[in-house]
């Protein structure tokens, strides 16, 4: 499974690079034109990643004029991120070869396939949210997740 995400991954990414964003760029992208300008801490939290690396990228969208950043009204300290218009038209662009190579992909499934696989995702994401909220609530619990690494240890 891991093989194939990086599979398609790495495929995605050189089709959307043609049209001159990466998958990793377009994902601040997205965000942005999905939910508004944002706060760089904001960005960080909602995509998963180090504050720093946020900065960073942002610097780099900034300089290409994808993203243009703003003082925030409400903290003069915090600067407010929000999409241009030609990071708009990239993101357009980069989003077409996207669904196209993974449409092309998963075209070499039939309908039942495609359904059946549908299912299994469906069950391992419910079966991967149930243990997150169990880790997020033993995090919660010293003595529990004391309890969940001894359990681990004999397993």
Known sequence: MFKLYHQVSRLVNECMMDEGVSLARSKFLLLLECQGPQR???IACAL???PRTVTE???GLERDKLVMRE???KDRR???VSITDMGRTVISAAQQPQHKTIEAIFNVLTDDQKQHMKEIIRCLSEKT???QRERDQNA????????TRSLQAVG
Request: no cysteine.
């Open 48 to 50: 998963g990643f180090a």
């Open 78 to 80: 915090a600067k407010i």
């Open 71 to 73: 003082p925030d009204p």
């Open 57 to 59: 990228a942002i610097d």
């Open 129 to 131: 949210e149930e243990l």
């Open 40 to 42: 760089s801490t904001d």
């Open 140 to 147: 919660g619990d010293p003595s529990a997740a004391a309890s």
